[in-house]
């Protein structure tokens, strides 16, 4: 592994102005989780030169949980245990704390944080060789679209030089939630929609969100009053600690048995979390008693799909009934 010096940040802004003084040989790291992963593995290119600087973020104040202006604002520092523990995250995003229970391992969730979940970078066996160069590494082409296995393509086909499916499980949950990042950058307080964050993600080769490299991701804020019933399902190969083959996270609103609004992502399907849109349009201002979850699953899968991807897309189907059905009973 290439050394770095290692700085604590005692803040964002001074997070900001560490990221300034050090230009682009200098890297955020919450946890390492992943970007510890990356370096010591040497995934490296043109476009991803190894930093000779790292920007401590776990000492700069910024996992807290608090109410801000009748949003829940989650700091972006939190880890995923202490979120998953918080009484107001579980009284206001039920299905962020399924997600949670369902990533990684204790160990991880013990110290990885939320910011670090949504800006991962993907799992793509040939972004992740050191000796494979590729789109996302600032080299040419895409060799998992070369190899013509299914098994590595996503199966919501996507024009652009990269395929690699989005591996985060709490990006889907949070665009379901209808939630919002807060980014500080040089021009001051950014908010980006969760639904816009990967917007272009094929296309860009430094990475997957539209965050420049001198912006730290402050917290991500819920509106809590919104959302009457949500759930959460996660399809792996591996029984545990693996990531998703296929995920969906579902939100609804329901007044006087009436489903007002209506959100249904699907994760693990595409480089980025994918609003069925189709089927939202199908449960909004329809009864909830007389919805057949299994019809809208039918109606659900939008855009151009893998041809050879039937058995994940009888699993997504399958997937989003059940967590129709157990948000609109919630
Ligand atoms: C074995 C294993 C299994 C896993 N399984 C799953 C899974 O099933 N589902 C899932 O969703 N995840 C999974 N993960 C991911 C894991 O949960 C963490 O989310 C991930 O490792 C990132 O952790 P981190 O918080 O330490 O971020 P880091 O690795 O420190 O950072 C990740 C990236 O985010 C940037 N960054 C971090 N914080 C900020 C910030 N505040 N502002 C700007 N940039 C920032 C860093 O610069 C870096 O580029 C798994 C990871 C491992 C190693």
């Given at each position: 592994m290439t050394p770095f010096r290692l700085i604590d940040a005692r803040s964002a802004a001074h997070a900001m102005t560490l990221l300034a003084e050090h230009g682009p040989a200098a890297r955020l790291i919450a946890a390492g989780g992943d970007l510890l992963d990356l370096l010591k593995e040497g995934v490296a290119g043109a476009l991803q030169p190894a930093p000779a600087v790292l920007i401590n973020l776990?000492?700069?104040?910024?996992a807290d949980v608090a109410w801000s202006d009748a949003k829940l604002r989650l700091g972006a520092m939190a880890t995923l245990a202490d979120l998953a523990a918080h009484g107001d995250v579980r009284a206001a995003a039920p299905m962020l704390v399924e997600a949670i229970g369902r990533i990684a391992s204790p160990q991880l969730r013990n110290v990885t944080t939320l910011g670090g979940n949504l800006l991962q970078r993907p799992r793509c066996l040939f972004f992740r060789h050191p000796l494979i160069d590729c789109f996302k590494k600032g080299?040419?082409?895409?060799p998992a679209a070369a190899a013509?296995?299914?098994?590595?393509?996503?199966?919501l086909v996507t024009a652009g030089p990269c395929c690699a499916v989005h591996p985060s499980d709490l990006a889907p949950v949070l665009v379901a939630l209808d939630a919002v990042m807060e980014i500080t950058g040089p021009s001051g307080l950014r908010a980006i929609p969760m639904d816009e964050l990967y917007a272009g993600a094929e296309r860009?080769?430094?990475?997957?969100?539209?965050?420049?490299?001198?912006?730290?991701?402050?917290a991500i804020q819920i509106?809590?009053?919104?959302?009457?019933g949500q759930a959460f399902e996660k399809f792996t190969v591996?029984?545990?600690n693996d990531f998703a083959s296929a995920s969906v996270a579902v939100a609804v609103a329901v007044t006087d048995g009436v489903v007002r609004d209506c959100r249904i992502v699907l994760g693990g399907a595409a480089l980025r979390p994918v609003r069925s849109r189709e089927a939202e349009t199908v449960v909004i201002g329809r009864k909830a008693a007389q919805i057949v979850t299994a019809d809208i699953a039918n109606a659900a899968l939008p855009g151009?799909?893998?041809?050879?991807?039937a058995g994940r897309i009888e699993v997504l189907r399958t997937l989003i009934a059940r967590t129709l059905a157990r948000a609109i009973a919630a």
């Open positions: 776990g000492t700069a104040d910024m080299g040419r082409g895409c013509g296995d299914p098994r590595l393509q996503p199966v860009n080769p430094r990475a997957e969100a539209v965050i420049a490299a001198d912006a730290v991701v402050t509106a809590t009053d919104v959302f009457s591996r029984g545990a151009a799909w893998a041809s050879d991807a």
